[in-house]
């Protein structure tokens, strides 16, 4: 009997199965098994889905009196994007309520609503006695325990993400960082822009809002003026404080953007992309570099990367200038080989991963043009761009590597799953960078 050819998009998903299993990665292999079932039209909707869905149109704001100036701010806000009709409840009723509730300083309730997003107060360190307080008097680091029933966690500050990760056990992906300080009327208040980019862009990461919203004029906003885009960009999530830590501490003074999220997260990871390249062309850039937080470039890597650099910006015979790429498709093709300055070149016509890349602007425009609408898999940015007809020059061996210690965000396995595989791809790439030159 004639055996069955494996054709390579499956042989590629078989052998990260294999990788996910030798690492006894379970969380990933979870993963993919919700979006195997989401293909065959079973989709496996999370909790936090379903809750969500069941909720009546409009928000209210369910807030204690001494939080109601930055409740009304919060009502604006929404208002502004779209999800009247809004009501600022701060007699201590609306706990029955059927919509989506946001409740400022949750640990002055003694009940809690049906589906909520939990803002709750930074714990004063002066709180004692807790075991005795009722609801009304206790910190919000005594009632940690009623966190996890919240659809999301808001906290206005990264010491507040980090405590209530420690203290209640919450994973990242219920958490949120809006810089609006609950309990008070705080410089951010003043501000619109900021707080209703963040507000947005958890609203997105729900499925609440379209991505499109993130475009409006009152929302669409950078940490860093737009010109600090022009030397680089790193792309992190406020709410994985260690990753963003450690990633400040390798390339201090480095531009960090607050990553996009969906609770699809490639999605989330292409629309940062999308966001980032948007902003790019409004300033009329030519060239964008993102690294990623989990990118690594030791001293040598990047005095090697600033020289590739300076080759690619100096011509516009190439798309994206690649520090690292993940996984070669069996369908590429090399369309140079060459040496300069001691260093080795491949130009291939396709690339697989976004850890640390910089882009000309043919492939600036096509990251803006990333279909949020396509939902299948395939369609993760770097496999986007992987379709495209585009000439990436990529140094060798790989000038990035990836911190060993992550732990992928998107999807949800650690970052040695990716070891084999970089390896991999970079022998068969100084292969070919071989045949290639032996054959010129």
Not at 120 to 145: F, G, K, L, M, R
Request: net charge negative.
């Amino acid at each position: 009997m004639k055996g069955t050819a494996v054709g390579p998009r499956l042989k590629q998903k078989l052998g990260t199965l294999m990788a996910l299993l030798r690492h006894g990665d379970w969380g990933g292999i979870g993963e993919r098994l919700r979006r195997y079932m989401a293909r065959l039209g079973i989709p496996l909707a999370s909790p936090q889905q379903r809750r969500l869905a069941a909720c009546r149109a409009g928000v209210d704001i369910l807030c204690s009196p001494q939080c109601t100036t930055a409740a009304r701010r919060l009502g604006v806000v929404l208002e502004q994007l779209g999800m009247a009709p809004v009501r600022v409840v701060a007699d201590g009723s609306g706990t029955g309520s059927k919509r989506l509730c946001w409740v400022l300083c949750p640990e002055a309730f003694a009940r809690l609503p049906a589906c909520y997003i939990a803002w709750p107060s930074a714990p004063s360190a002066d709180d004692t006695n807790v075991d005795t307080q009722t609801p009304e008097q206790a910190p919000a680091h005594a009632y940690d325990a009623r966190l996890p029933g919240a659809v999301v966690v808001i906290s206005h500050t990264q010491a507040g993400l980090r405590e209530i990760q420690e203290d209640a056990g919450l994973g990242h992906g219920q958490l949120y960082w809006v810089p609006l300080e609950p309990g008070t009327a705080s410089a951010d208040v003043a501000a619109p822009t900021p707080v209703a980019f963040y507000v947005a862009r958890m609203l997105v990461a729900l499925d609440v809002l379209p991505p499109e919203v993130l475009e409006a004029p009152e929302v669409k906003s950078l940490p860093f003026a737009p010109a600090a885009l022009e030397q680089g960009v790193g792309l992190s999530l406020p709410e994985t404080w260690q990753r963003q830590a450690a990633f400040k501490a390798s390339f201090p003074g480095y531009p960090v953007f607050p990553g996009l999220r969906h609770h699809q997260g490639w999605r989330g990871c292409a629309l940062s992309y999308r966001y980032l390249a948007r902003r790019a062309l409004e300033a009329d850039l030519a060239r964008l570099e993102v690294r990623e937080d989990d990118a690594l470039l030791d001293a040598a890597a990047a005095k090697r990367w600033a020289q590739a650099s300076a080759l690619f910006d100096a011509s516009d015979d190439y798309d994206i200038l690649s520090g690292l790429i993940a996984d070669v498709a069996e369908h590429m093709t090399v369309l140079d080989a060459f040496s300069r300055d001691g260093e080795d070149y491949l130009v291939i016509d396709c690339m697989t991963s976004t850890v640390c890349n910089r882009y000309g602007h043919r492939a600036i425009r096509l990251l803006a043009e990333w279909p949020f609408a396509d939902a299948d898999d395939s369609n993760t940015v770097d496999r986007y761009l992987e379709r495209q007809q585009i000439r990436v020059l990529v140094p060798l061996p790989f000038i990035a590597t990836h911190r060993p210690d992550g732990h992928s965000t998107l999807w949800h396995f650690q970052n040695t799953t990716y070891d084999d595989m970089i390896a991999n791809s970079e022998q068969t790439l100084c292969q070919a960078f071989a045949r290639t030159a032996l054959r010129d």
